[in-house]
């Protein structure tokens, strides 16, 4: 079993930064992939970016240029800093990762992050 911790969710101006964290415990041995989804009301869950234990890194289209993964792995934790968020932003932000356990995948709890115009 892996646990997911985050932090650093909240209410942010439109053009503002900010920075989560995610901090995976457990059978950590077992992720490659560390990452973020989010979800805003009415919409499916979607990729914000991941990145693997060997530093292979995706982002979804609307985020690049925007925000930045980054991971160490000695802490087995997970960031995402988010600069110049827009109003469509707003979403809860979940920590994901895969392992190579069952089930296969786990998540985070989930924060919220709102941007205001």
């Known amino acids: 079993q892996v646990q997911l911790v985050e932090s650093g969710g909240g209410l942010v101006q439109a053009g503002g930064s900010l920075r989560l964290t995610c901090a995976a415990s457990?059978?950590?041995?077992?992720?490659?992939?560390m990452g973020w989804y989010r979800q805003a009301p009415g919409k499916e869950r979607e990729l914000v970016a991941r990145?693997?234990?060997?530093?292979?890194?995706n982002y979804a289209d609307s985020v690049k240029g925007r925000f930045t993964i980054s991971r160490d792995n000695a802490k087995n934790t997970v960031y995402l800093q988010m600069n110049s968020l827009k109003p469509e932003d707003t979403a809860v932000y979940y920590c994901?990762?895969?392992?190579?356990?069952?089930?296969?995948?786990?998540w985070g709890q989930g924060t919220q992050v709102t941007v205001s115009s």
């Open positions: 457990g059978t950590t041995f077992s992720i490659n992939f």
């Open positions: 990145k693997s234990r060997s530093g292979v890194t």
């Open positions: 994901h990762c895969d392992s190579s356990f069952y089930p296969g995948e786990f």
